[in-house]
């Protein structure tokens, strides 16, 4: 199968795979091939302007509004056109993207409200003696897309004019295979939504297709299965550690652990910089909130800052630092991980820092006690909701109860769930692989469906 320059769903790599499985039998067939120019009206490019969110004019369709094999109308964005009439859309026009990373994707028009389209995008018109949705399902195939890739200029940025797009080849068949192939492809696309209509049959030539189809439907259903419970026993992982960490601090009257709240264990807290942060590599790198993941740092998409003497005192970090997420979603707000990377770091604004008195409290189980269950849900009932966040600020995050055995049996319970995590970490690591096998395995099978070796 070939390797498009753009991430395509689950469900548009099946629609392609059934087309390609159709359409590469009628090019092994010798069906004749015409010239796209032969099939619809000349093509016309976009209209250039600025897109608006407030209701100017017509609505303005562009390259990014292509997702899926459909279109959200309602997402659409806004445009003054003066003279509409020469980029209007109409249910089944074709829009083509000529430009970027997405080139040759293509849209059908089933229902267009009033719509001009942008100036990356080409609209052609299917003639007469030609379907739209056959010719769309054509433009679903790797016989379009290996034509596409061979027609597309420039490395920084890869298009195709409408001039070279009017050359396309496109297999010729008379109408009822037309009507065929399109109604099969449409009744895939719905069975990757959830339908259970079945497979409708195809005429000679094609008739053997649809067993080929059911057989990739098949095999492909049983690997996302495997993906599904793989990434499933993943979750199931991540929860019972916290049920573990929050099991630990049950009946700690019990035990003997010391009752009180997180600060009285704080020697220090802070908010991060609020300055604009840049992509300097020479200057501090600043931890930000998408950092913080699943109670780790992850340092893979950094920002930097340069920052002066008196920046530098209050915001770089100590090993044993507690960085938590002040402001997010309701369900990350509260989220936290410990600092224990080697070199100079600062932080932003959206994160507070708790420095702990670690004679007396382990960094790494007092953040593991605010990322468990326990924890969460004292920060979502203490949560400030505001318009599509949620905040927490310092004093009430130091006013969360916790309870605290001896820095012995502190160091204890760490080591323990250092032991967790090890286990946990082997379990993503075999899950990752297996998922690259079964990445490797769906080209594989389209490969041999491609082949009509199923």
């Given at each position: ?31 004749p091939s015409v010239a796209l120019s ?205 049920v573990t960490i929050s099991h630990l ?206």
């Amino acid at each position: 199968m070939l390797k498009l320059t753009f991430k395509q769903t689950p469900a548009e790599l099946m629609v392609r795979a059934a087309s390609t499985i159709i359409f590469n039998t009628l090019n092994q067939l010798h069906y004749p091939s015409v010239a796209l120019s032969e099939l619809a009206e000349n093509p016309q490019y976009g209209f250039t302007a600025s897109a608006s969110i407030e209701e100017v004019g017509a609505k303005f369709v562009r390259i990014t509004d292509l997702k899926d094999g459909g279109m959200n109308w309602d997402t659409v964005p806004y445009c003054k056109c003066d003279e509409p009439e020469k980029y209007l859309i109409y249910p089944n026009d074709i829009l083509f993207a000529r430009t970027g990373a997405t080139t040759g994707k293509t849209h059908l028009v089933k229902e267009a409200p009033y719509a001009v389209f942008a100036s990356y995008l080409i609209r052609i018109r299917p003639k007469p003696l030609v379907e739209p949705e056959y010719l769309y399902s054509f433009f679903q195939s790797d016989a379009y897309w290996t034509q596409i890739l061979d027609e597309k200029e420039g490395s920084a940025q890869p298009n195709v004019n409408g001039q070279k797009l009017m050359k396309i080849l496109v297999p010729m068949v008379d109408s009822e295979i037309q009507s065929a192939i399109s109604n099969f492809l449409e009744v895939v696309r719905k069975r990757q939504d959830g339908s259970f209509e079945e497979l409708p049959e195809l005429p000679p030539p094609l008739e053997q297709q649809r067993r080929i189809m059911t057989r990739v439907e098949e095999l492909v259903g049983k690997v996302e299965e495997v993906r599904s419970l793989r990434q499933q026993a993943l979750e199931e992982t991540e929860l019972l550690t916290g049920v573990t960490i929050s099991h630990l601090f049950q009946n700690s009257q019990e035990k003997a652990w010391i009752q009180g709240k997180l600060g009285d264990y704080v020697i220090d807290d802070c908010y991060g910089t609020s300055e604009k942060t840049n992509d300097d590599k020479l200057a501090t790198p600043i931890l930000r909130m998408g950092n913080i993941q699943k109670g780790c740092l992850d340092l893979r998409d950094l920002k930097y800052l340069h920052l002066n003497d008196k920046e530098r005192e209050r915001l770089l970090l100590k090993k044993g630092d507690i960085l938590v997420n002040r402001t997010n979603s309701a369900e990350l707000v509260g989220k936290c991980a410990v600092f224990e990377v080697e070199g100079e770091y600062a932080f932003a604004s959206y994160i507070i820092r708790l420095r702990l008195d670690q004679s007396k409290a382990e960094p790494r189980l007092v953040a593991a006690y605010i990322n468990s269950p326990s924890g969460r849900a004292y920060m979502f009932s203490e949560r400030k909701q505001m318009t599509g966040q949620a905040n927490v600020n310092a004093q009430k995050l130091k006013a969360m109860p916790i309870s605290l055995p001896s820095l012995s049996e502190q160091r204890r319970i760490v080591a323990y769930l250092d032991e967790l995590q090890t286990k946990k970490d082997t379990m993503k690591r075999m899950r990752e692989q297996a998922m690259k096998e079964l990445d490797a395995l769906l080209p594989s099978i389209l490969d041999k469906a491609f082949k009509g070796e199923l």
